[in-house]
């Protein structure tokens, strides 16, 4: 079955460094873009990243532009999320994504808290 599982969430200081990865399973990876996205309580889910099927081409929410960067390894079905430079107002819930068709696919989440 269609699986994406998040890993690598955690507490990091103000302007410290996390990598976020997704696994995913049951369907071709190669073939979908995929995203990050991320949530607060009491606040809509908000698109973080997006990188095309290939990795050739990424988007960023204004918010992380220069300090976040997506990439993919097709080969290992996988997708990661780099944060520099993080801030308390990053923290959230982050979520994996991928629209198969009209379904769209989240993963259980990890949770990236920012504080001192």
């Known amino acids: 079955q269609v699986q994406l599982v998040e890993s690598g969430g955690g507490l990091v200081q103000p302007g410290g460094s996390l990598r976020l990865s997704c696994v995913a399973s049951?369907?071709?990876?190669?073939?979908?873009?995929m995203k990050w996205y991320r949530q607060t309580p009491g606040k809509e889910r908000e698109l973080v990243a997006r990188?095309?099927?290939?990795?050739?081409?990424?988007n960023y929410a204004d918010s992380v532009k220069g300090r976040f960067t997506i990439s993919r390894d097709n080969a290992k079905n996988t997708v990661y999320l780099q944060m520099n430079s993080l801030k308390p107002e990053d923290t959230a819930q982050y979520y994996c994504?991928?629209?198969?068709?009209?379904?769209?696919?989240w993963g259980q989440g990890t949770q990236v808290t920012v504080s001192s």
């Open positions: 994504n991928v629209l198969l068709f009209i379904t769209n696919v």
């Open positions: 049951g369907f071709t990876f190669s073939n979908y873009a």
């Open positions: 990188i095309s099927s290939t990795g050739a081409s990424t």
